[in-house]
């Protein structure tokens, strides 16, 4: 079968190339011709060129080059008529055929491989729904929400734990059955089942076509394989295949939004909590040619899924695809480590909203990195810093790898200088030093080396001070800062306004090296000092039995090792002396 060349001029006739480019690739125009980055090789500056007025682009890079049909048969891995078909339909464009190619033939097969698994789905199906040995499979669906109607919708089967029940009823010549992987020829050369004892969920093409079956086990089945996927076969590529596009697609197109997740399961509780734009890769990672398919209908991608679990080189792939296609890769995060699928049934709620705040792939995997420890001390900090770098830095844009670089700095605390730096080189294993921003004497403010100490040791000094030892006020609100938030830096900067915020960050990273206790005893003495040179003109007994108590203490706190007793008598003390009960 081959298009009448009439129709194909007419078509070519319609076609402006940099239109059909730039739905796979950014392009600008410079003079007469249009530029962009090679979607057919890896490149940063620009070589990829197209020409309107020849209609035709080149590479040179990577060499490629030809038209607008050579264009959509290369990104879209079709053959010359089907690419054609697709420029037609989106054209509007009417194509006729001549008959009697190889082309025919091909088309014809593959045909009847639709057809045969479309039986074979129904056949299995029907199963299912009426099946008495399917009613251990029916409560099993039944518990996680798959019965009834869902069941219908998403057209689930059941494999009977025969080993050739549908190859001898389902009517199917042997060699269509094994040609769309639905049986094979064992060891007694009889075709046997592919699929036994499995919930099956059929897989469609985008525009439909049920091309493969995914099976599962019921729970405490002996097979240890959990889930088994259709071989790849002449109707089927997993790498191109996404499970529920044909379905979602006209909400995805809608919402300008794809939601990817790891199972089927997964796909079918989006759609039962009204989020019907959910697809899943089938038993493989996120490829290059989904993202190109998924590019068709949408510029959003969710990841429903533990990206994070992808890893680094992962990280790098979402980038690339990211600036090629043009989308923006986010992930969702579920509560308590829920899949959707479960969570679509316990709170759909839920599901929703972890959509909504999906945070960018990026901004998700410096998350990651900033809550991997918590930030007791200038180590801490520093590691934190550099884990969190090393992520950033994965991002290939220099703008967007500073702007996460600030982000970090604000994290741990430290000023945005060094790390906006590394950031610009994008250094790819960066180690962050935190330079101790000046080193502090006894002698020096002792109030700023009390709040330092609080943050890198809190368990040694917090219960040892209080507001009332603070004299220098902005010492005082730093203090109360990191008191709320209970020694937590993050959360301290938060509470801080500006003036205690520059003194935590300073406090942060400044490197002390004094024993707390005797550095709270100093405070609590000198505070104690204050106290009683301000009531020298007292005259009432009690007070002046309480002044006397106090003296002694600041004596025993400043004469003997274990002053602990004196000292809490002393916050006591001044506590009660600074609410007015002097
Ligand atoms: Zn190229």
Redesign the pocket.
């Known amino acids: 079968m081959a298009i009448v060349d009439e129709d194909l001029e007419r078509l070519r006739a319609t076609l402006v190339l940099s239109d059909v480019v730039q739905q796979y690739v950014a392009l600008r125009r410079v003079g007469r011709t249009w530029v962009g980055l ?1 979607p ?2 890896a ?1 940063r500056t620009a ?2 060129n197209v020409r309107d007025e020849t209609g035709r682009y080149k ?1 040179f ?4 080059a030809g038209d607008a049909f050579k264009f959509v048969q290369e990104i879209e891995h079709l053959d010359f008529v089907a690419a054609v078909e697709s420029l037609a339909a989106k054209n509007n464009v009417q194509l006729r055929y001549t008959t009697g190619e190889a082309g025919d033939r091909q088309r014809q097969k593959r045909r009847q491989l639709v057809d045969a698994m479309g039986k074979a789905v129904e056949w299995y199906h029907q199963r299912l729904l009426d099946s008495p040995d399917a009613r251990e499979a029916r409560d099993y669906l039944r518990k996680r929400g798959l019965a009834g109607d869902v069941a219908r919708a998403f057209k689930l089967g059941w494999a009977p734990d025969d080993w050739d029940a549908m190859s001898k009823h389902l009517g199917v010549a042997p060699e269509m059955l094994r040609d769309t992987g639905l049986a094979f020829n064992n060891k007694s050369g009889r075709m046997q089942d592919s699929f036994r004892a499995r919930v099956l969920f059929p897989i469609y093409t985008e525009n439909g076509d049920p091309v493969a079956l995914g099976g599962r086990v019921l729970p405490g089945s002996a097979d240890p394989a959990k889930y088994k996927n259709s071989s790849e076969t002449p109707i089927y590529a997993k790498s191109k295949t996404l499970y529920g596009l044909n379905w979602a697609k006209g909400d995805i197109v809608t919402a300008d939004q794809v939601i990817v997740c790891e199972g089927y399961t997964d796909v079918i509780g989006f759609h039962r909590a009204g989020v019907k734009r959910a697809v899943a890769t089938c038993g493989t990672a996120l490829t290059e040619d989904h993202v190109r398919l998924l590019k068709r209908y949408a510029t959003q991608v969710v990841l429903a899924f533990d990206a994070d679990a992808a890893g680094q080189g992962a990280a790098q792939r979402f980038y690339e695809w990211e600036e090629r296609y043009q989308v923006r890769v986010s992930v969702a995060r579920f509560p308590d480590g829920k899949d959707p699928g479960d969570l679509s049934l316990s709170d759909p709620d839920a599901l929703r909203q972890a959509v909504e705040q999906a945070l960018p792939f990026l901004g998700f995997r410096v998350n990651h990195a900033l809550n991997s420890r918590k930030l007791r001390s200038p180590e801490d900090r520093a590691q934190v810093a550099g884990l969190a770098m090393a992520v950033v830095n994965e991002h290939p844009n220099r703008e967007v790898r500073k702007l996460y670089a600030a982000q970090v700095a604000a994290h741990v605390g430290i000023p945005p200088n060094d790390l906006v730096a590394l950031a610009d080189r994008g250094v790819k294993s960066p180690t962050v030093r935190i330079a101790p921003v000046r080193r502090v004497g006894a002698a020096e403010n002792a109030e700023f080396v009390a709040v330092a100490m609080l943050i890198q040791r809190w368990d040694d000094i917090a219960p040892w001070l209080m507001e009332e030892l603070f004299v220098d006020e902005v010492a005082r609100r730093a203090f109360l800062a990191v008191a709320e938030s209970a020694g937590s830096i993050e959360v301290a900067l938060e509470l801080a306004d500006p003036e205690a915020r520059e003194f935590l960050e300073r406090a942060a990273v400044t490197d002390v090296d004094a024993d707390p206790v005797l550095e709270a005893r100093n405070l609590i003495a000198a505070a104690t000092r204050r106290r009683l040179a301000a009531s020298v003109h007292t005259t009432d007994p009690d007070a002046l039995h309480a002044l006397r108590d106090a003296r002694l203490a600041l004596e025993s706190i400043e004469q003997t090792d274990a002053g602990d007793a004196g000292a809490e008598t002393l916050l006591g003390w001044l506590k009660g002396a600074s609410e007015g009960r002097e």
């Open positions: 090679c057919f090789h490149e070589s990829f590479c890079g990577c060499g490629a």
